[in-house]
């Protein structure tokens, strides 16, 4: 059985640059962006690097058995309330103990250096699948992201809750996913490798020309992630429990083309058929998760650009204007609004203005906004800012 460290590489150079941090592993059962990581980084010298790079292993003991978790998912943890829980426990179970160290280690990282920084969490999925970015919806992201030939897929943290980056995109630093493919396909090592590389000179660690290869990582990715539309947005997810007795069709891979009706998976209740005209996204195949499904939609350019400039000018401030919409932490760009309210306000509009992630009470309902808690600032000087 293999054994996992939890610090795969570390170069710190002498040189003042950013501050890269690479996570891998955090589903156990997801090898290849660990792999990617180590046969990418061993041979980097540091006197080509202007900065700092980090790459970290997630749960150790789940990569050993290879299984997505043991107790619990470490990416369905990660909340600033749970967090400080577990600091508060006697007696951890295993995932708490595997975050308790990355959180420390993130936190020395930050507290190292000055930045920017920039996290990159490297995962693949079970089903067969072109590789692709997600990201919280915050604008330096988005610009940061759109560098990479590949999809990218807004509005995860509207449906998951303790993503590990959605925690460090609330703390306003660039952090996205990269999902290389499926989990045992040889490729999704390669585009991992493909990916780091890329990533290593987008920040300004390493320049181009000391990346041997670097227009042909380029180029892989954008054969295996082409697609015509760069940008998605998550509309739905098939929430799901160990009791639902849920199970895929056979066939389906992220990105397909599904139609209104169309049977997608069972359940202890039946069929259960597609609500919508669009395309499937990580459709689960298999046994631990608690996401069966989501769907998603490409995102009209027209749409993306007025976002920005509405973020912008902070219109979000009228918002509070509104009856029933009152500013619950203004400084942390939350909003507390009332469900009856919220009943009446259309999604998009909230969306335009970077409210996507959400808390749920019994009467209200709190809502995230990314761009105030942004760190826009740490990265208005690199060159892909814009």
Do not use: M, W
């Given at each position: 059985m293999p054994r996992y460290s939890r610090i795969i590489r570390q170069i710190t150079s002498s040189k003042i640059g950013p501050t890269v941090v690479f996570f891998g592993g955090i589903h156990g059962n997801e090898k290849s962006g660990v792999q990617a990581l180590e046969d990418t980084l061993k041979g980097l010298s540091d006197n080509i690097i202007t900065g700092n790079i980090y790459a970290l292993a997630g749960n150790l003991k789940a990569l050993e058995k290879n299984q997505r978790y043991l107790n619990l998912d470490l990416n369905r943890m990660w909340?600033?309330?749970?967090?400080?829980?577990?600091?508060?426990?006697?007696?951890?179970?295993?995932?708490?103990?595997?975050?308790?160290?990355?959180?420390?280690?993130?936190?020395?990282?930050?507290?190292?250096?000055?930045?920017?920084?920039?996290?990159?969490?490297?995962?693949?999925?079970?089903?067969?699948?072109?590789?692709?970015?997600?990201?919280?919806?915050?604008?330096?992201?988005?610009?940061?992201?759109?560098?990479?030939?590949?999809?990218?897929?807004?509005?995860?943290?509207?449906?998951?809750?303790?993503?590990?980056?959605?925690?460090?995109?609330q703390l306003g630093y660039v952090s996205l996913g990269f999902e290389s493919g499926q989990h045992d396909d040889i490729q999704s090592v390669k585009?991992?490798?493909?990916?780091?590389?890329?990533?290593?000179?987008?920040?300004?660690?390493?320049?181009?020309?000391?990346?041997?290869?670097?227009?042909?990582?380029?180029?892989?990715?954008?054969?295996e992630g082409k697609y015509n539309t760069r940008f998605f947005e998550i509309i739905d997810l098939q929430r799901i429990t160990k009791d639902d007795e849920f199970k895929m069709c056979n066939g389906f891979d992220s990105f397909q083309t599904i139609h209104k009706g169309e049977k997608i998976a069972t359940n202890k209740n039946g069929i259960i058929s597609s609500r919508y005209n669009a395309k499937i996204f990580m459709p689960l195949y298999q046994q631990k998760g608690s996401e069966g499904f989501f769907i998603i939609r490409s995102i009209n350019t027209l749409f993306l650009k007025l976002s920005v400039w509405l973020r912008l000018l902070r219109a979000d401030s009228l918002l509070s204007m509104l009856p029933g919409i009152i500013w619950y932490n203004k400084q942390k760009g939350i909003l507390k609004v009332n469900l009856k309210v919220a009943k009446y306000m259309a999604k998009p509009i909230f969306h335009l203005l970077g409210y996507r992630n959400k808390q749920v009470g019994s009467t209200n309902l709190l809502l995230y906004n990314r761009e105030r808690v942004a760190k826009t600032k740490m990265y208005k000087g690199e060159k892909w800012y814009r």
């Open positions: 909340s600033s309330e749970g967090i400080d829980t577990i600091k508060t426990k006697s007696t951890l179970i295993h995932e708490e103990r595997e975050l308790l160290e990355l959180y420390d280690l993130i936190d020395a990282i930050l507290k190292k250096h000055e930045g920017p920084f920039y996290f990159f969490d490297l995962h693949t999925t079970s089903s067969k699948s072109l590789p692709f970015i997600t990201i919280n919806d915050a604008i330096i992201n988005r610009s940061f992201s759109k560098q990479f030939p590949v999809p990218i897929v807004l509005g995860i943290e509207e449906y998951l809750d303790g993503a590990l980056l959605s925690y460090i995109n585009n991992h490798i493909a990916f780091i590389n890329i990533a290593l000179v987008f920040t300004g660690l390493v320049d181009s020309l000391y990346i041997k290869g670097f227009d042909t990582f380029y180029n892989q990715l954008k054969n």
